[in-house]
């Protein structure tokens, strides 16, 4: 069935260090692969999103690449801040439809 | 910044009683989904909805589940008869949509715990 693997579970940076966290996808229809940040307490934020049509995606400290080829993406954080922890997941879909989504990713970023 | 809401923000329910969680969406948005993580696990989705029906639904979303637009600016999730292994957090999300423009982003509530006991 479809499913999402998101890797690492819990990533931990230095303050200024970049992070980069992974995700593969099984279904070859998804063509919509966005990245959600949620913070204790509140409702997960739509931090960028990127279209199969597009290689790559970046957003200042934030870009998304995406290989269909290979089927995965990656969000990856640059000049990284303690404002960055916070669990992250990736989603594939269609456009319109149901998200598939990753395990999630912990990012803790040390001052 | 508008946002979607949810109410409330959690509910304790006994195993068998009735269990309606309530969301407001942005206010232009025409696409709405429900989708629920039991803790530990990923975010799973339960239903998706526009123009008044199911647009889809999960195979988690039997015949204990319904979803309601009662009017312009609510879309509700009710669990007929709650079970134990229905306590997780309920998240609905709306997209955009419109002029035959399907959408891509979809925007989330901060989620209703839900507890079963």
């Known amino acids: 069935g479809e499913n999402v693997e998101q890797h690492p579970s819990t990533l931990s940076v230095q303050e200024g260090d970049s992070a980069v966290i992974k995700c593969t996808y099984s279904d070859s229809a998804s063509n919509y692969f966005p990245w959600y940040k949620q913070e204790l307490g509140k409702g997960s934020q739509l931090i960028i999103d990127?279209?199969?049509?597009?290689g790559e995606k970046k957003d200042q400290r934030i870009a998304v690449t995406l290989n269909k080829t290979a089927k995965h993406f990656s969000l990856h954080i640059t000049e990284t801040q303690p404002e960055d922890s916070a669990v992250y997941f990736c989603?594939?879909?269609?456009?319109?439809?149901?998200?598939?989504f990753g395990q999630g990713t912990t990012l803790q970023v040390k001052p | 910044e508008p946002e979607v809401t949810q109410t409330p923000s959690h509910q304790v329910t006994q195993m068998g009683q009735e269990v309606i969680l309530r969301c407001v969406p942005i206010?232009?948005?025409?696409?709405f989904y429900w989708y629920r993580q039991i803790l530990g696990q990923k975010v799973e989705f339960l239903v998706s909805f526009y123009n008044n029906e199911i647009s889809e639904k999960s195979e988690i979303f039997d015949d204990q589940f319904s979803v309601e637009r009662p009017d312009g600016s609510n879309f509700t999730l009710k669990i007929r008869s709650t079970k134990l292994e229905d306590s997780a957090m309920y998240f609905c999300?709306?997209?955009?949509?419109?002029?035959?423009?399907?959408?891509?982003?979809?925007?989330f509530g901060p989620g209703t715990r839900l507890t079963v006991t």
């Open positions: 999300a709306s997209s955009v949509g419109g002029r035959g423009l399907v959408p891509y982003e979809q925007y």
């Open positions: 206010s232009n948005h025409l696409y």
């Open positions: 990127i279209r199969s049509n597009v």
């Open positions: 989603a594939a879909g269609e456009r319109g439809g149901k998200l598939i």
